[in-house]
């Protein structure tokens, strides 16, 4: 869109008043959940975001905070702080994930980035090793994206490529990895034509080998890391197709759970170990199960278990599996492009904005709020406040984290009449849920409640407005559960911690001394998202949102 037809000017709204103060809470990691003992938000003393909910019906609401409402996908996909925040601030959904990686191999982009030029400083030299799940199942990975990455990077000067593969068998059917070792084989020759040393050189099966995830089992990764990197494993094959119908002959055998395995040379040497100056991409685009490996290909620290060896390796994610982490630390993939967000039209529209958190959501509250966009779009009207975070011990340790302190720079910057909005991430939900420590959590959820208390206080003496929601589930539930439900048991019975986020909607709520009589949620949004915030939000400051955001939760009923 040209800036001759493109204006920044937002309509007014026809029913809602300008000028008032709003104050918008992000609580991380706050779903709504069943209210068990696990349950950390409902054990916890939360008397402030209970009133909410029980204050005003109409005034209170879930939101869908995974899957397709925040662009990942499909609905088994949890949400994170990162596409939570890019919906809150964009209030538009855009592609995450497999579609970003789809959109940067047909443009070819994915060649021009700093991810793709870090490893091709190996090409030369060193090996191009690409470690994921072999599947058209489109949930982790996707065959055509690894054929087209194979393609481009021989294109693209790699001469010597290793394949290790992970066999599927759990969303695609059983049996299927014979069928995609012949695709890849296939291709793999056709390289050979060209003049490119192509093989696979390790394999096994992905609940097996590398892909774990949440810490649940090191030896998973540890059965990778030794074919992958040291080149050993139970079992030696010359080729890969022989490898998978050879093990699949075993009665109980399922692609899954394939045993590791590694291809070797007619010496009997495996003919693709991951050596010093070799280059290493795993390709998958979902983060989940490729966490833990990322760790161990990435750090220097590390001690899940032996590795035996490190070589020195560049090596790249598909994508960043973990913002939070900056893990790994480069990325064949950026994430998306995102223009025109809420809070640059807002700052045009002169909304004076104040935004805070501590260090570990900082950047949530404006980078990624922001459109993954560093910096101010206008310093004369901007502040933004980071709180250092407590460093050199885990959040369970100090679990009221920064809250208080949060609260409390949130509550002068609305008590200064300084600023239109103000806006903080609180993070304890999230950050001691990742812990798996359920004393320490319901701890944090308590002092993010109070931290809410005294930003409302604020908004109550100002005659503002407050909008108080979160950017996905964490602390609503603190355990694994089996399909029925229940909480699942380890070997020896005890009761499996969940450290991840869950798949629960968030709530939201608004009020104040100066949201106008007659505004309420509408009833006509059931499978409203995360996106719908930032035009309620642009609503609530007395503007109509831009007509291509998603629509606004609120109605103005006449009394």
């Known amino acids: 869109m040209g800036t ?7 309509a007014d709204h026809p029913k809602l008043p300008k000028g008032k103060t709003v ?8 779903g709504e959940g069943n209210p068990d003992k696990y349950n950390c938000i409902h054990v916890a003393e939360t008397p402030t975001m209970d009133s909410l909910k029980k204050g005003a019906p109409e005034r209170w609401r879930l939101l869908k905070a995974h899957g397709t409402a925040v662009g990942l996908p499909t609905d088994d996909d949890m949400g994170n702080s990162e596409v939570g925040h890019n919906a809150l601030g964009a209030g538009r959904i855009y592609a995450q994930g497999a579609k970003l990686v789809d959109l940067a191999l047909a443009s070819g982009k994915i060649y021009e980035g700093e991810g793709f030029k870090y490893i091709q400083e190996c090409f030369d030299q060193g090996t191009l090793h690409l470690i994921g799940l072999l599947s058209d199942g489109g949930v982790h990975s996707r065959l ?68 774990d995830r949440y810490e649940n089992d090191w030896e998973v990764v540890k059965r990778g890391w030794d074919a992958q990197v040291l080149g050993e494993a139970p079992y030696k094959f010359r080729s890969a197709l022989e490898a998978v119908k050879k093990l699949r002959e075993d009665p109980k055998a399922n692609d899954q759970y394939l045993p590791p395995f590694v291809i070797v040379d007619e010496s009997g040497k495996a003919v693709g170990p991951i050596v010093d100056g070799d280059a290493v991409v795993t390709f998958n685009f979902r983060a989940d199960r490729m966490v833990m490996i990322a760790k161990a290909l990435e750090y220097e620290n590390f001690d899940k278990f032996d590795r035996v060896q490190f070589p020195k390796i560049h090596y790249a994610g598909m994508l960043q599996y973990d913002g939070e982490l900056k893990l790994p630390s480069h990325y064949l993939v950026s994430p998306p492009e995102i223009e025109r967000t809420s809070g640059e039209y ?64 949130a509550t002068d910057a609305i008590l200064s009449h300084k600023f239109h909005q103000v806006r903080v991430n609180l993070p304890n939900g999230d950050m001691v849920g990742h812990t798996g420590d359920i004393e320490a959590t319901i701890v944090g959820c308590k002092a993010a409640d109070e931290a809410v208390k005294m930003i409302l206080d604020a908004v109550e003496q100002v005659g503002g407005i407050y909008v108080v929601t979160a950017d996905h589930g964490n602390a609503e539930d603190m355990i694994k559960r089996n399909k029925s439900g229940q909480p699942q048991l380890d070997k020896n019975g005890n009761i499996q911690i969940l450290t991840s986020h869950t798949l629960q909607p968030v709530p939201i709520a608004i009020g104040g001394p100066g949201l106008a009589p007659g505004v309420r949620f509408r009833q006509d949004l059931p499978t409203a998202g995360l996106a719908n915030v930032a035009a309620t939000v642009m ?21």
């Open 23 to 30: 104050a918008v809470v992000v609580l991380d990691g706050w």
């Open 539 to 559: 609503n609530l400051h007395g503007f109509e949102a831009p007509s291509d955001y998603e629509s606004t939760l609120v109605e103005v009923v006449d009394s």
């Open 4 to 10: 001759s037809e493109f204006s920044w000017k937002l």
């Open 346 to 409: 807002l700052v045009h529209n002169g909304i004076r904005t104040f935004a805070c958190s501590e260090t570990v959501k900082f950047g949530h509250v404006t980078f990624f709020w922001n459109g993954n966009r560093s910096g101010y779009f206008d310093p004369n009207m901007e502040e933004y406040v980071e709180i250092p975070s407590d460093t050199g011990i885990s959040f369970n340790v100090q679990p009221k984290m920064k809250a208080l302190e949060i609260a409390e720079k």
């Open 144 to 211: 055509d994206q690894l054929q087209l990455l194979l393609k481009g990077a021989s294109e693209h000067g790699a001469k010597r490529i290793r394949v290790h593969i992970l066999t599927d068998g759990r969303d695609v059917l059983d049996g299927t990895s014979v069928g995609f070792v012949e695709m890849l084989e296939n291709d793999l020759s056709k390289l050979w034509e060209e003049g490119i040393d192509a093989q696979i050189a390790s394999g096994g099966g992905r609940m097996y080998v590398t892909m």
